[in-house]
């Protein structure tokens, strides 16, 4: 069985920014039997926990790597060097790991996958992927947004 990378949150890991975890019972049946990597990228950059919430602004996390987007707390705070360190870290965790998929928490503005909050603070949402999901595709990791979550 090939390895799969899962943000850690839907493992019970309490590393969301409002310092709760997602568990999912939906994940632990996706990847039974299977080896998995349990990663948080933004704790991995540096980030604490809890945390201000950021969202992408400017465009998704493809912009965030070409360096034409941001990630900023609802304070004003620019946090984009850490969440795009967290990113290299956990593809470095990934490949460490042998993962050719990862299971991803959906909306997250580093995890998420199709769709991100926009930037606003409002809860609206609009397409495009967080900068650890960018990454990752651009790595030729599959990344899934998980169900349940
Ligand atoms: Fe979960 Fe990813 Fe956010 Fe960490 S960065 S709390 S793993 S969604």
Do not use: Q, Y
Not at 10 to 39: M, N, Q, T, W, Y
Not at 59 to 83: I, K, N
Not at 98 to 107: D, H, S
Not at 117 to 134: E, I, M, Y
């Amino acid at each position: 069985m090939e390895a799969v990378f899962v943000s850690a949150c839907l493992r019970g890991v309490p590393c969301r920014f409002d310092g709760r975890d997602k568990a999912s019972p939906e994940i632990e049946r996706a990847v039974a039997g299977r080896p998995v990597v349990s990663f948080c990228p933004e704790v991995a950059g540096g980030l604490a926990t809890p945390r201000r919430p950021a969202e992408l602004v400017g465009g998704d996390g493809h912009a965030v790597l070409d360096g034409t987007a941001r990630v900023v707390e609802d304070t004003g705070r620019d946090v984009t060097a850490e969440f795009v360190d967290g990113a290299r870290r956990a593809l470095a965790a990934a490949r460490h790991g042998g993962c050719t998929e990862a299971l991803l928490m959906p909306r997250s503005p580093s995890c998420g996958r199709g769709t991100v909050h926009d930037g606003s603070f409002t809860g609206r949402l609009t397409a495009g992927d967080g900068v650890t999901a960018a990454l990752f595709e651009r790595n030729g990791i599959a990344v899934r947004p998980a169900s349940g979550a």
